[in-house]
Structures are given as C-alpha cells and as structure tokens.
C-alpha cells in the first residue's frame, strides 16, 4: 500500500471539491467518463488531464486541468477556464484561474504573501492575465478583512491589490463550514 504524503492527499480533496463547486453549486454537468480520467489521473503519481463540464441552459463550458503545464513550462495544480460554447472559431476561452493547493495547518507571518508572491511572479502562474489564487486549509490568516461575512477573516480575494482580485489566498478547509469561500 503506498503512502501519500498529506499534501498530495490535500491536492486531491482539493480537486474533489472543485468538481462539487462546477457540479453541485453552479450546475454544470460534467462529461460522461468523468470520474474514471479522475481515477486514472489521481491514482499513483499525479498525471496531467482535462476534464470539461457544460451547462446547457446558459451554453457555457468550463475546463478544469488538473497539473496542466503552462507557456513556460511550469505545472500549477489546477486551472479553470470558461467559455460561452458558442463563440466561434478562434474565440480563446477566458484566461481562467490558476490554482496551486498549499498544505500548512499554519503560516509564519508574511510568508503566505511570499509564497503568493512566489507563483504568481516568479514562477510565471500570473503571466497572460490569468488569475492566480492559493487554496490552503489554515484560517484566519487576514489581518485586515475587508468583508463582515464569515469568509472575510479566512480568505483575500484581492480586493486591496492593485491587481484588483487577480490574486489571493482562499481558505479550502475539508470543514464544511468553510465550503463558502470559493
């Protein structure tokens, strides 16, 4: 039986939880053979795939990647794109989000923005306009929230970056009480 470390074991519960969101909260549908690329992709040694879901009543389709490799060769965890299905030929799809799950029951003061920092600048996530946001399951870890709502003290959208909620950290806690954040 193969261990994983709880970090890898985090990612995973983070891509359960991403399907759940595109599923049960905003109703897309996903593609058929869905669960077993999951299985496929997650069993042993992560591997790169797509799944794509749809939601006919609004005809938007989403694309979430799992390790997909970016223009600079660099592999976040995820990415989630979305397109209207009938945009026509050459219509990229929205830049989408780049999402890297970090594992830490705490963080040392300022090291969650260096880290920020890190993937969004200098290994090139933020690059091409896309959106870059960290998915971590410590709390509290805003000094300043901005929001009265319960979310506000456990995740930074952005909003006081110049940026304007391109990047930030959003708590992803397997506690359902935190499932409101994304």
């Known amino acids: 039986?193969?261990?994983?470390?709880?970090?890898?074991?985090?990612?995973?519960?983070?891509?359960?939880?991403?399907?759940?969101?595109?599923?049960?909260?905003?109703?897309?549908?996903?593609?058929?053979?869905?669960?077993?690329?999951?299985?496929?992709g997650t069993c042993g040694v992560l591997a790169p795939f797509e799944l794509r879901f749809e939601r006919t009543d609004v005809a938007m389709t989403a694309c979430l990647e799992v390790q997909p490799v970016l223009p600079n060769g660099r592999r976040p965890d995820f990415r989630l794109t979305f397109q209207y299905r009938d945009a026509g030929p050459g219509?990229?799809?929205?830049?989408?989000?780049?999402?890297?799950?970090?594992?830490?029951?705490?963080?040392?003061?300022?090291?969650?923005?260096?880290?920020?920092?890190?993937?969004?600048?200098?290994?090139?996530?933020?690059h091409a306009g896309r959106r870059v946001f960290i998915l971590q399951p410590a709390g509290s870890l805003v000094q300043q929230p901005t929001s009265p709502l319960g979310w506000g003290r456990d995740c930074d959208y952005g909003q006081n970056h110049p940026s304007n909620h391109s990047e930030g950290a959003v708590r992803m806690s397997p506690h359902p009480r935190d499932w409101h954040n994304l």
């Open 1 to 40: 039986i193969g261990i994983l470390h709880a970090s890898a074991i985090y990612e995973r519960w983070c891509l359960i939880r991403l399907i759940s969101l595109l599923v049960d909260t905003f109703d897309f549908t996903p593609e058929p053979d869905w669960l077993d690329r999951v299985i496929e």
């Open 91 to 126: 219509v990229e799809p929205s830049k989408g989000l780049v999402l890297d799950a970090k594992f830490r029951t705490r963080w040392r003061p300022r090291e969650l923005d260096d880290v920020l920092r890190d993937v969004v600048d200098d290994r090139g996530y933020g």
